[in-house]
């Protein structure tokens, strides 16, 4: 099957497909005809992608460790070529008061959801900047504009997740490569599972839709952006939120 951009087998890379968000991004590129890497931290989640996703595959890759992000890409390239699309999506939470925090905690979400998405594109963006195509899409949060009590680590890496996507997105226009942001509300995932029924109670007190998300309201816009119709679309934020944040 081909895609939108005409590029026979255009290859897309999700990380963190295994579960939630990711997942259903993944599953949706394939719908539109791409040919789908994505990736989990164990063999075993690597494996169940492979199973979900036809012609694409599941990968090992733990974003936290530069060598396990270029072993995996390397692996793609030499399997099927360059990914054009990439969606930065893998992403933890460790929530803490900052009186509280630990410096590991405060770390190890820096690293997962900001250095992380720096390791992964800057491993493909050189095959990107040789094809003079490429759509990046960065997974960031509500959170990142409002911030939460309790946040404060992962609410600085997902703002900072926007300024290197503005950055980037001016460093690579003018090879017909778009960096944005996708920054979705409170959506139906393990990540938000673990919320006490008082705390999910108080958040829908505040979403107009008054729904949570599901995945797949993420993925439909990851899709669009990733599409030939978003090439003009650059260094943007996109909020999916059912109306609980306004820009
Ligand atoms: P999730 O269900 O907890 O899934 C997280 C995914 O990230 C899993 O595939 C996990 O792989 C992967 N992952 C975790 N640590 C990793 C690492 N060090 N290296 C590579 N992959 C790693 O999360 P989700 O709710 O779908 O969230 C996906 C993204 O959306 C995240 O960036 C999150 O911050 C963002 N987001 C979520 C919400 C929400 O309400 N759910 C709201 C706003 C933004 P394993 O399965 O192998 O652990």
């Keep these: 099957m081909s895609n939108d951009h005409g590029i026979e087998q255009a290859i897309a890379l999700v990380t963190g497909a295994s579960r939630g968000i990711g997942r259903a991004i993944a599953g ?22 492979s199973e979900r996703l036809g012609a694409g595959q599941g990968l090992v890759m733990d974003v936290t460790e530069s060598s396990s992000v270029a072993h ?18 893998a992403g933890i939470t460790r929530d803490q008061l900052l009186l509280r925090q630990r410096d590991e ?9 900001l250095t992380g998405v720096m390791r992964v594109t800057r491993a493909v963006l050189k095959g990107m900047l040789k094809a003079r195509f490429g759509r990046l899409i960065h997974i960031s949060s509500v959170v990142g504009s409002t ?20 950055s980037l997105a ?21 990540m938000t599972d673990s919320l006490s029924e008082q705390q999910k109670e108080s958040l829908m007190a505040n979403i107009p839709a008054n729904r949570l998300g599901q995945p797949e ?3 439909a816009c990851v899709a669009f952006l990733a599409g030939a119709e ?8 996109l909020h999916v939120n059912g109306g609980m944040y306004l820009t």
């Design 147 to 166: 911030g939460n009590p309790g946040q404060t680590n992962y609410a600085a890496a997902k703002a900072g997740l926007e300024g290197f996507s503005r």
């Design 170 to 190: 001016l460093e690579v226009a003018s090879r017909n490569i778009t960096s944005n942001v996708v920054a979705p509300g409170f959506i139906a995932t393990d």
């Design 72 to 89: 995996c890409i390397e692996r793609i390239q030499e399997q099927a070529g360059v990914p054009v699309v990439l969606v930065n999506n």
């Design 28 to 49: 949706q590129l394939v719908e539109h005809g791409y040919r789908v890497f994505g990736t989990a931290t164990s063999a075993t989640g690597a494996d169940a992608i």
């Design 230 to 237: 978003a090439g003009y679309v650059t260094g943007q934020t």
């Design 105 to 113: 905690d405060w770390q190890a979400v820096i690293d997962a959801n």
């Design 217 to 219: 309201d993420v993925a």
